[in-house]
């Protein structure tokens, strides 16, 4: 149980175009979800919570505008990379937990390249 | 500054040996810890949890241990096996002021290599 399900795995665009990674909860509902970043040898950095139904909250330094959030329902949260950079090339992964005492469970993430 | 710390960005340990992974933590607020271990261009897979109210926590071939006093945690696999290297990870998190979960705070990871 406790599956995060996270599309695509891979994408590559060209600079100035946006892309759209979806993060779904396959067998319970999240009304929250967590949007983390990954450089290479680096931690996992949370980039904003996504909530059900309202504005996600970013941390700081994340522009909120180029990082669209959408949590438009209980299983599917969308980050929206908007007029993507060569800077923004990163691993993007989503999170969400049924219950806090299950751990949290991750998408397999999504590997883009911005050329 | 960094509130979970993973001093050791590299440990290598011969197969049948125990593994002990470190974690240290600076928020007193934190409750809740979790290791996950995670290979090249995968999400993080969960491994243990251990909360605030246990020193100690085991799964199989892993154990969790809790020292609040020192706001330190550990990781042991023992008998460490090649299929154990990868990235560990540790987290942290702490209640929101709603008693909602917060998010993860993770430190940097620590290669494992488990040589035959």
């Known amino acids: 149980g406790a599956v995060v399900s996270q599309h695509p795995s891979w994408v590559i665009c060209k600079s100035g175009t946006s892309v759209k990674i979806e993060c779904r909860s396959l067998d319970f509902q999240a009304t929250t979800m967590f949007w983390y970043r990954q450089f290479p040898k680096q931690s996992l950095m949370l980039m904003a919570t996504?909530?059900?139904?309202?504005?996600?909250?970013?941390e700081q330094g994340v522009e909120k505008d180029k990082f669209l959030i959408n949590h438009a329902s209980l299983t599917l949260s969308t980050l929206t990379v908007t007029s993507a950079h060569p800077e923004d090339s990163s691993f993007y992964i989503c999170?969400?937990?049924?219950?806090?005492?299950?751990?949290?469970?991750f998408g397999s993430g999504t590997r883009l390249t911005v050329v | 500054d960094q509130q979970v710390k993973q001093n050791s960005p590299s440990l290598s340990v011969q197969e049948g040996r125990i593994s002990i992974l470190n974690c240290d933590y600076t928020n007193s607020m934190f409750d809740y810890f979790l290791w996950y271990k995670k290979y090249p261009a995968e999400g993080p897979t969960f491994l243990i949890s251990i909360s605030s109210i246990k020193d100690k926590n085991e799964d199989g071939r892993f154990t969790v241990f809790l020292n609040k006093s020192a706001k330190h945690l550990s990781l042991h696999i023992v008998p460490s096996q090649p299929g154990d290297s990868a990235v560990y990870f540790c987290a942290a998190s702490a209640r929101n002021y709603g008693g909602s979960q917060g998010n993860l705070i993770f430190g940097k990871g620590t290669k494992l290599s488990v040589k035959p």
């Open positions: 996504s909530n059900e139904g309202s504005k996600a909250t970013y």
């Open positions: 999170s969400a937990s049924p219950d806090r005492t299950y751990g949290y469970t």
